[in-house]
């Protein structure tokens, strides 16, 4: 696995935006985005651009979503994952640092 410049990346904890409201359905979860912004509120107006954007994530992401508390670091949390789904989430690693790439470029979690 990759070294970031401050230690190993499997040693970094995620943590859930605050901010983001999300819900959990018969173990479904749903982020919920506010689209907000003078920019935001002319598409809305102009393209009928909803006020909330709402994203289910999958199976595995649904999972992974409520272990991402600060306590547990990505190593814990594949741990997890490779407990629940087995070989269904390989190359498991790999994965999980895309997932949390994409999660963070979206500023819905951050690494600490």
Not at 21 to 43: A, M
Not at 49 to 62: A, F, N, Q, W
Not at 78 to 87: I, R, W
Not at 92 to 112: D, G, P, Q
């Amino acid at each position: 696995m990759e070294k970031s410049r401050s230690g190993n990346y499997l040693d970094k904890k995620p943590v859930r935006n605050g901010k983001l409201r999300w819900s959990d359905e018969d173990g479904k979860i749903t982020l919920e985005i506010e689209n907000t912004g003078v920019w935001n509120r002319i598409f809305q107006k102009l393209l009928k651009k909803p006020r909330v954007t709402y994203i289910h994530l999958d199976e595995m992401g649904s999972f992974i979503w409520p272990l991402l508390d600060g306590d547990k670091d990505i190593s814990e949390i594949g741990k997890a994952v490779e407990n629940q789904f087995g070989d269904k989430a390989n190359p498991l690693y790999e994965r999980l640092a895309k997932y949390f790439r994409i999660l963070e470029s979206y500023n819905f979690i951050t690494l600490k």
